[in-house]
């Protein structure tokens, strides 16, 4: 459904039209004054600029033609600002009956963008045999944000893993592995179909930075390394069977977290999934004459004329052959493309590798692997630091690692529980459930709502409180809003269905009717933090509404049941914005 600005614009288009006046202009928006009106209307200046009018005179006209055309009372006072605003205040009854609408809307206030097109998220990208850590966090939180939005708003949303299993690190690994158990079927050419390495994530841990390490101190290490990864690539059966093995208990480990966080992928294809695509691809780009040769490697140059910085060729085949993070991109648009058709491809990863999605657009332009017409975005996110303005780190020095991270949010949302003496009275299983959402409540929100650009300080004890802009106080105001409505229907109070509005409902109502024009805008440019914002407004509306008057112990039959409407109107919209955030609300607290 629509906005009341929305519907306002549909009224004032018409008198645009009837006047004369070209219609673009007739957009009303929210004001940004509200002493002075509630909504406004600035078309009179551009149109009167065209028209070689007086801007005010213009609008004088157009408001002239509103009170001609309004047979509903929808308006309660016009007026003409300034240079030519056109000031609009509608009537209570106009705000009541809109707000009746979005209480019955099946959307929950949520707009209808699309039609179902495919959309694909790309988001989480954890790499194998590496323990998960907080750069892998925003990425996944952000993403997995995203996707519930574009689901919601009528997208077909699909969110895609995109692990990092076939670069250099899987040769480290492998060659680890031969160098230790030299007598494991894979690497001897026995049979290894029913063999089973027993390997585990704990090992893993260990295995990874072990070799990484030796790679880099000894350069005929890292030959070895070299070497298994390009065998790798070219189908060695051994490596693959032994890699297929440690991909699957990194997945496993990745799960678990990923539910820990609440974190859904529909995908989870990786790097390694596209390799049967490459060489055909590349094929193309060589017909096409955009991949050639440089010093025994093969490139495609995307520099374009009028580039401001240096844009580098991209890398499809090193000189040992191997490919790299660029070229398992490439030829992932080309899966993607194929299997899915998608209208837009998004990804959600670390601003610092914009280089790099620019290099692989400008190739998939190129070789028409990607169409003008499909959108490529790269979102990408500022990092998360630690108090000392560096990315976050453990008190070790070390990365932390995502379970680590939100063991240590459940930690710190048991004290504040108890703090705030909440979930005192629960069965124990319910008040570590309750424990756990403010948790991630706390994480996430804390995260989604900076700019998604902007660098941001992890700060546990901030994010966790239950007072200020955070998940928690969200959480909080939600709860607490369901425990009073559940106590008017203790008493046989029920919400009405009609709205009366007073000066002490009226700022709530008007900003619960924002909701669609929020969340559209939250989409335009993938910035959930605009929803963060509309909600912690709405919530914080609600805390003058429900401190300036009274609800279960108003003797106005009318009147109360419309607040306590206003009431269960405020939860639905905080829970339905919460859970575009991915983010869940307890029953009770
Ligand atoms: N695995 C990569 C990393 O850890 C992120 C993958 C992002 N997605 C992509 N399609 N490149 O940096």
Known sequence: MDSLAAKLTTLTEQAFSALGLPVEHARVAVSGQAESAQFQCNGAMPS??????????????????????????????????????????????????????????????????????????????PNVAKAMHVGHLRSSIIGDALRRMMLATGY???????????????????????????????????????????????????????????????????????????????GHPGYRALWTTFVEVSIAGMKNNFDALGVHFDLWKGEGSVHHLISLMVERLKDQGFAREDDGALVIDVALEGDKKEIPPLILYKRDGAVMYGTTDLATLVDRMNENHPSKIIYVVDQRQSLHFEQVFRAARKGGIVPESVELTHAGFGTMNGPDGKPFKTRAGGVMKLEDLIGMGVEKARERLREAKLAEDMPPKEKEDVAHKVAIAAIKFADLQNNRVADYVFDLDRMTAFEGKTGPYLLYQAVRINSLLKKAAEQGMKPGTE???????????????????????????????????????????????YGNCHILSETDEVLRNSRLALCAL??????????????????RM
């Open 499 to 545: 709205f009366s509005l007073q000066d002490e409902e009226r700022p709530l109502a008007l900003l619960l009717s924002e909701m669609p024009d929020q969340i559209a805008q939250a989409l335009k440019n993938y910035s959930p933090h605009i929803v963060c914002d509309y909600a912690y407004r709405v919530a914080q509306e609600f805390s003058s509404f």
């Open 48 to 125: 009167a600029k065209a028209a070689k009018k007086n801007p005010r005179q213009i609008a004088e006209e157009v408001i002239a033609k509103l009170q001609e055309l309004d047979s509903e009372g929808v308006f309660a006072l016009l007026s003409v600002g300034g240079p030519g605003f056109i000031n609009i205040t509608v009537a209570d009854g106009f705000i009541g009956s809109h707000l009746t609408d979005l209480a019955g809307d099946q959307k929950e206030g949520v707009p209808k963008l699309a039609k179902g097109e495919t959309v694909i998220i790309d988001y989480g990208g």
């Open 570 to 587: 405020t939860a639905r919209h905080l829970r339905t914005l919460l859970a575009l955030l991915g983010i869940e609300v307890p029953e």
């Open 156 to 234: 077909k949303a699909i969110g895609d893993v995109h692990l990092g299993d076939w670069g250099t690190p899987m040769g480290q690994i492998i060659s680890e592995y031969e160098l230790r158990h030299p007598e494991w079927p894979y690497f001897t050419g026995g049979d290894f179909s029913s063999f089973d390495p027993q390997i585990t994530m704990v090992q893993l841990e260990e295995i990874y930075p072990f070799a990484s390490k030796a790679c880099k101190d000894d350069p005929e290490r890292a030959e070895k390394a070299r070497k298994a990864t390009a065998e790798l690539q070219n």
